[in-house]
């Protein structure tokens, strides 16, 4: 199983989208600053999950959230 999520920035509305076979232990990761792209834009909050079966069906739902958000912004 694997999911799509969309973290938003608290202070500057960025957005990163990534997806994980284990989103508690990404969502740590993210938190304590562990990743680089999104250790600038602390504290974020997690705005949308999408569960997935497989990693293949997974990256076709991140690069449409990915259109998608281009779009809107």
């Not at 989103?23 to 993210?30: A, D």
């Not at 999104?38 to 497989?54: A, M, Q």
């Amino acid at each position: 199983m694997f999911y799509v999520y969309i973290l938003k920035s608290l202070i500057n509305k960025h957005f990163y989208k990534g997806m994980t076979s284990n989103l508690n232990r990404r969502l740590y990761e993210h938190e304590k600053g562990y990743n680089i792209t999104t250790r600038n834009y602390l504290p974020i909050k997690l705005i949308h999950v999408e569960i997935c079966n497989s990693r293949i069906e997974a990256r076709k739902v991140k690069s449409c959230l990915n259109q998608d958000l281009e779009e809107k912004l």
